[in-house]
């Protein structure tokens, strides 16, 4: 399975753009990116996946770079409310589970 | 709302207890998954249905460990002779198959396991 590289932690002033970063370098072809967070003590939540053009919805855009080795959730104006877990998954396509690492831990202060 | 729902969503319990958690899936999906979240880790993945069938069971699911979809509607996970190393927060996820490894699992609030 694919493995993701994430920062372990990143700040962000309310307001500004938000952009977190994966490192997905064994990614094969078929295999999507998606993007969950999770607020303290709640159920992960979804926000977005693609495969290999750029996304947008009314949460984020993700960006994949075309050798699709690397992605970028970008949040545009970050909220209080957006800090979070964010978990960034390759999820392989003969399977249907997601494997979590980590995350990356979202702190936007005001 | 029209979301997973899931209950208990706290639970003590004493060592050696038996606990049982259900799971409501969002109404027309068909499949069904259990992931268990330790403190300070992401989720890991415990089994999943798609209807009544119970497809893949992950190595974390001890023989202790035992769910259900009877009617392929809700789930049941049971956790029998519960040991402290069980506290963790179950959480459900549901999703809709036939769309690939584009199908996007929703999930639900989680039910908190504290064992004594």
């Known amino acids: 399975d694919a493995k993701t590289t994430q920062p372990t932690s990143m700040d962000c002033a309310e307001g500004r753009a938000a952009n977190l970063p994966c490192n997905h370098s064994?990614?094969?072809?078929?295999?999507?990116v998606y993007w969950y967070r999770q607020i303290h003590s709640q159920g992960p939540q979804y926000i977005i996946h693609g495969l290999k053009n750029n996304e947008t919805n009314e949460m984020a855009s993700l960006i994949i770079t075309e050798d699709r080795k690397s992605s970028t959730l970008i949040l545009p104006h970050a909220t209080l409310r957006d800090t979070a877990v964010y978990y960034c998954?390759?999820?392989?396509?003969?399977?249907?589970?997601?494997?979590f690492g980590t995350g990356t831990r979202l702190q936007v202060f005001p | 709302d029209t979301g997973v729902s899931q209950d208990p969503r706290h639970k003590i319990t004493k060592r050696g207890q038996n606990v049982t958690f259900r799971c409501d899936p969002i109404?027309?999906?068909?499949?069904l998954y259990w992931y268990r979240q330790t403190l300070g880790q992401g989720p890991e993945f415990l089994t999943y249905f798609q209807n009544e069938a119970q497809l893949e069971k992950s190595r974390l699911l001890s023989d202790r460990f035992s769910a259900e979809r009877p009617k392929g509607s809700f789930s049941t996970l049971e956790i029998q002779r519960t040991e402290q190393g069980d506290s963790a927060m179950y959480l459900c996820?549901?999703?809709?198959?036939?769309?690939?490894?584009?199908?996007?699992?929703?999930f639900g609030p989680g039910t908190r396991l504290l064992v004594l």
């Open positions: 998954i390759v999820r392989p396509y003969n399977t249907d589970k997601l494997i």
């Open positions: 064994t990614i094969s072809g078929n295999e999507y």
């Open positions: 996820a549901s999703s809709l198959s036939g769309r690939g490894p584009g199908e996007t699992q929703y």
């Open positions: 109404s027309e999906h068909n499949r």
